[in-house]
Each structure stands twice: as C-alpha cells, then as structure tokens.
C-alpha cells in the first residue's frame, strides 16, 4: 500500500508542477496576477508533496496519531492566503491590494507565526479523551481556533462580490472554485480530526484535481479583461408603437449595457421589469421573432462582427469579453452559430478581402 501511494503523490507533485509551467510561460496574457499567484502556488505545492514522499519513507514525517499536530495546523496557513489571492484577481483585477490584503491576511500570518514561532509547547492528543482532558491549555485551544479560523476564511470566498465589468471570470468557475476551496479546508479539518486514510486520500484527490481545473479553466476557457473596453453603441430601439412591455424591455437591456451581462436571464430581465417571464419571452418572439437567448446571442454575436469588420486586428477575446461572454468555448460556439464561421476563419476573410482590394 505504501508504495501504490507513493506513486500517487509522484504523480501528484508531476501535476502539480506542470501546472505550475504551462501558467508561467501564458502570464503575461492576462492583465492581472492570477496566473503569477496560481503558477507559484502550484509549485509549492509540488515541493511539500515532493518533500512528505522523501520524509515519509526517510521516516522523519510527523506521527499521524496524534490529533491536531502543529505542523499540519499552521502550516496551511500559509496555503489560505495564496488560495484566496487568486480569486481576489481574477474577480478585482484593480482592487487597492495593500489594504485588502493587509486586512484579510495579517490575522491568519500572526496566527501562523505565533504557533510556528513562539515556542509554545505543545500537548499531544493521542485520543478524543486527551482533547477534551486538556481542552482548557492554551497550545490545545489555539490550535483548534486556528483550524477554526481556516474553515471561516475558507467559507469567506462567497462573501466576495463578483462584478461583471471588471471580472474576466465566468461566475460559475468562481462558484465552482470557492465550493472546490472549502472542500479542500472541510477534508483538512477532517483529516486533522480524525486521521482517516481514506480522507486523507479523497484530499489530495481532490487537491490535485482543483489544481488542473483552474489551469484548465485558465488556458482554455477564461477570456480576458479587455485592456480598453470599448464604447457602447448608441440605444437602438426597435419600432414598437404598440408595445409597451417591449419598449420597457429595450430600455431596460440598454440601461448599464444589461444586454453584457453574463449574469443577464429572462428570469432576471422579468424580475426587473416586474413582469412575468412568459410575458417577456412572449415579447421577444412578437417584435423579434427570436426567443430572449436568440435575441442576445445575436446582438452580442453582431457587436463582435462589426468590431470585427472596423478593425480585423482587434483582439477577438477582449471584444467576447466585453460583450458578456466569460467562457472561450460558449462565445467560439454562438459565433459560430450566428456567422457559420469560426472567429479565426471570419478573421482570415476580412483580410484576404482587405489584401484583394488593395491588389
């Protein structure tokens, strides 16, 4: 069993540090540090998976028997304030970093230097009846406080406000992220409680997992902030003398550029209007002749066209991004839908058209 474990974490601390590279060598796409934070929290991550096989089979690994061992408790401290940069990134790419920071992470670095420095002596808990006989020591409290503490921040991701206009990262990957952190604290917790081998093991499943779904989620899907959004058009309302609800709906989707947001549904749009979702859905297709998705999909799909048509340099990802789209794989698949052409093939015939008329 040993070494079938063994082998995991090889191919863990492997995952990990590939991981690490592919976001390095791409960090200069994005105009944030989620890809410097996440490279660099892959790659230590490499290295204590690396340095608990060589410990383990040296020997020297802390006892695993033991409840709430120091090492264990302080140490991913250090883990939860570079699990929670990136997210802080990718959602805030200009948020004031100093303050935010300093008020999110200055606790958890005290609590870490206070266990790991201070020399405090610590109890060891062999069994549930040592934890509650010296529940009153300081080292025994402070310990659990600490895992407490982790669990809190972990849980804090939801708290964090997604704006649309200045994040580049679709809302449910930062769900999906904040959900994949907690699991991650909740296992640890767990592990620290109960030192289960099968714990210990859907952990670092679940560690290396999160880990290739983010670089995945990074290289493939996300699309970027635009370094220079560009100026919205001007309200175009269609001619509806008679409907009123319509009027209201066209009002209402040009009110803050509506029709952008990736967070836009019908259900959303009906809320807002006071209205029920069939009435709206119903207005679409008698002034449109199109369903609310229909609708949307082709003005954003017409925004990047026209975009596109203006200036066939112009950064295709940015102008996605800008039209609401958060996930590379959903607008490459509209936009193709709509034009019947790929972006790249659209692209490569606007300029043999430019380079044909030239001639």
């Keep these: 069993m040993q070494y079938i474990v063994t082998l995991f974490q090889v191919l863990m601390t492997a995952a990990f540090a590939i991981c690490g590279v592919l976001l390095w060598r791409r960090r200069s796409e994005t105009g944030d540090y989620s890809r410097i934070i996440q490279a660099l929290l892959s790659w230590v991550s490499a290295f204590f998976t690396f340095t608990f096989i060589f410990r383990t089979w040296a020997g020297t690994a802390p006892v695993d028997a033991t409840l709430f061992e120091p090492e264990h408790t302080f140490v991913p401290l250090l883990f939860q304030v570079t699990f929670f940069l990136y997210p802080l990134e990718v959602i805030h790419p200009t948020i004031g970093r100093a303050k935010v920071y300093a008020l999110l992470f200055v606790p958890l670095l005290l609590l870490a230097a206070i266990g790991m420095c201070a020399g405090i002596q610590y109890t060891p808990l062999y069994s549930y009846a040592d934890l509650w006989q010296y529940i009153g020591e300081f080292n025994v409290w402070f310990r659990l406080l600490t895992l407490l503490v982790m669990l809190f921040y972990a849980f804090s991701l939801f708290l964090v406000r997604y704006n649309w206009r200045r994040s580049s990262a679709d809302r449910g990957f930062i769900l999906c992220y904040a959900l994949g952190f907690c699991l991650i604290g909740v296992l ?66 040009e009110a803050n550029d509506q029709w952008r947001s990736p967070e836009l549904s019908l259900t959303s749009l009906a809320e807002r209007l006071e209205s029920n979702r069939t009435y709206v859905g119903e207005a679409f297709k008698r002034n449109t002749d199109m369903t609310f998705v229909e609708y949307i999909t082709q003005r954003r799909i017409d925004y990047v066209v026209k975009a596109l048509k203006e200036d066939p340099e112009a950064n295709i990802q940015e102008l996605f991004n800008y039209v609401g789209y958060r996930q590379r794989s959903t607008a490459w698949r509209n936009f193709q839908k709509i034009t019947g052409l790929t972006p790249t093939e659209f692209v490569e015939g606007l300029t043999r058209n430019i380079g044909s008329e030239r001639i």
Excluded: C, M
Excluded at 194 to 216: D, E, K, M, P, R
């Design 188 to 253: 640890h917790f767990a592990i620290q409680l109960t030192h289960s081998y099968w714990l210990v093991l859907g952990h670092q499943i679940v560690w290396v997992s999160f880990f290739v779904g983010v670089t995945y989620y990074e290289l493939n899907e996300r699309l970027l902030v635009p370094k220079a959004a560009a100026e919205p058009d001007e309200a175009k309302i269609p001619h509806a003398e008679v409907d009123h609800l319509w009027k209201l709906i066209v009002v209402s989707l």
